[in-house]
C-alpha cells in the first residue's frame, strides 16, 4: 500500500510537471503569437503609410487611369493583413480554452490522488487502533495469568486462585482477577 501511495505522489508529481511545462508552453506561444499579431498590425500600418506615401507618388507620375488599379492593389493588401490578424486571434483563444483543459485535468487527477492518499490513511490508521486494542486486551489476560497457578490435582489440571478474590456477579464460578498493580492502588 505504500508503494501505492508512493506511486500516486509520483503520479501526480509528474502530472503537475507536465501541466507546468504545458502551462508554460502555452503561456510562450501566446506570447509569441501576441508578439505577431502586435508586429502585423505595426507592419499593417507601416504598409499603409508606405502605400499611401507610394500612391501619392505614383499620382504625381502615373497617368490617372493607374490610380484605381492602386488603390483596389493597397485594398486587397490590407485586406489580406487583417484577415491574418483575425486568424491569429482566433488560434491564441483556441490555446487559451485547451489551456484550462489542461488545467482541470491535472486538477481532477491531483483531486482523485489526494483522496485515495487519506483513504488510504484512514484505512491504516483504523487498523492501528484495532491493533492497538487487541493488544490491550492480551496485555490484561497476560497480567491476570500471573495471579493464578495451573496445576495438576489428581492428574486433571486445576487453577489455583488466590484467596478472597472477587467473584463475578452474573456467575459466581468465576473469580474477577485484578492486576496486582491495580489491588494495590484500590488498598491505598
Given at each position: 500500500?505504500?508503494?501505492?501511495?508512493?506511486?500516486?505522489?509520483?503520479?501526480?508529481?509528474?502530472?503537475?510537471?507536465?501541466?507546468?511545462?504545458?502551462?508554460?508552453a502555452q503561456e510562450a506561444s501566446a506570447q509569441q503569437l501576441q508578439?505577431?499579431?502586435?508586429?502585423?498590425?505595426?507592419?499593417?500600418?507601416?504598409?499603409?503609410?508606405?502605400?499611401?506615401?507610394?500612391?501619392?507618388?505614383?499620382?504625381?507620375?502615373?497617368?490617372?487611369?493607374?490610380?484605381?488599379?492602386?488603390?483596389?492593389?493597397?485594398?486587397?493588401?490590407?485586406?489580406?493583413?487583417?484577415?491574418?490578424?483575425?486568424?491569429?486571434?482566433?488560434?491564441?483563444?483556441?490555446?487559451?480554452?485547451?489551456?484550462?483543459?489542461?488545467?482541470?485535468?491535472?486538477?481532477?487527477?491531483?483531486?482523485?490522488?489526494?483522496?485515495?492518499?487519506?483513504g488510504c490513511t484512514a484505512y491504516f490508521a483504523q487498523a492501528n487502533?484495532?491493533?492497538?486494542?487487541?493488544?490491550?486486551?492480551?496485555?490484561?489476560?497476560?497480567e491476570a495469568l500471573q495471579q493464578v497457578a495451573i496445576t495438576s490435582?489428581?492428574?486433571?489440571?486445576?487453577?489455583?486462585?488466590?484467596?478472597?478474590?472477587?467473584?463475578?456477579?452474573?456467575?459466581?464460578?468465576?473469580?474477577?482477577?485484578?492486576?496486582?498493580?491495580?489491588?494495590?492502588?484500590?488498598?491505598?
Amino acid at each position: 500500500m505504500e508503494e501505492f501511495v508512493a506511486n500516486a505522489a509520483l503520479l501526480a508529481g509528474h502530472l503537475t510537471q507536465q501541466c507546468e511545462k504545458a502551462a508554460a508552453a502555452q503561456e510562450a506561444s501566446a506570447q509569441q503569437l501576441q508578439r505577431a499579431a502586435t508586429e502585423v498590425g505595426q507592419g499593417v500600418a507601416s504598409g499603409r503609410a508606405e502605400l499611401a506615401q507610394s500612391a501619392r507618388a505614383a499620382v504625381r507620375e502615373a497617368l490617372s487611369q493607374e490610380i484605381p488599379a492602386a488603390v483596389e492593389a493597397i485594398g486587397d493588401t490590407g485586406d489580406r493583413l487583417a484577415a491574418l490578424a483575425e486568424q491569429l486571434s482566433r488560434e491564441q483563444a483556441a490555446m487559451a480554452v485547451r489551456l484550462r483543459m489542461l488545467t482541470w485535468k491535472a486538477l481532477a487527477a491531483l483531486s482523485v490522488g489526494a483522496v485515495a492518499i487519506i483513504g488510504c490513511t484512514a484505512y491504516f490508521a483504523q487498523a492501528n487502533v484495532q491493533r492497538a486494542q487487541q493488544a490491550k486486551v492480551d496485555a490484561q489476560v497476560l497480567e491476570a495469568l500471573q495471579q493464578v497457578a495451573i496445576t495438576s490435582c489428581d492428574g486433571r489440571p486445576c487453577i489455583k486462585l488466590e484467596d478472597g478474590l472477587q467473584r463475578w456477579r452474573k456467575n459466581d464460578e468465576y473469580v474477577l482477577i485484578e492486576a496486582r498493580a491495580n489491588a494495590a492502588a484500590s488498598g491505598k
